[in-house]
């Protein structure tokens, strides 16, 4: 009697709609995605890999010139803070390098003063010579920087 109406309207409609939607919407986003991260690689490597890139920044940021060896005082050295690293120079044309980021918590060095590299939160000196512990409380020295000397020019290895 009245059976076959009831089952009649629920079928054809619902799913052709949401079922049509469902996949194109799914290709779009792919796609776009897909897209996006194309596009973010190729502004990383554009970025990273270029050298001289268009931007005119001279700071080595990954194996660029650091400094010119006149630039770091004998007997002392220069502190980099963008690159986090200690440029030494302990006896005439001996260059050394170190992280800029104290062993004992971790703050950045500050100061070369006297033979010494100087953190200012708690007081840790290391040597310019090694990196080596000089006043507690670190009692790890600073790890050990690979740098280039190439004629005056000073670049991380
Ligand atoms: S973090 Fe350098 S002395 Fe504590």
Redesign the pocket.
Known sequence: MTVSQESAPTDPPVPTGPTALGPCRRSVVAAVGAAGIAAALTACGSGDGGGSGPTGDASAAGGGVLAKTSDIPEGGGKIFADQGVVVTQPKKGEFKAFTAT?T????KVTKIEGGTID?P????KFSIEDGSVKHP??TQPLPAKQIKVSGDSISLA
């Open positions: 104290c004992h918590q971790g703050c953190c939160c708690h007081g840790s409380p670190a």
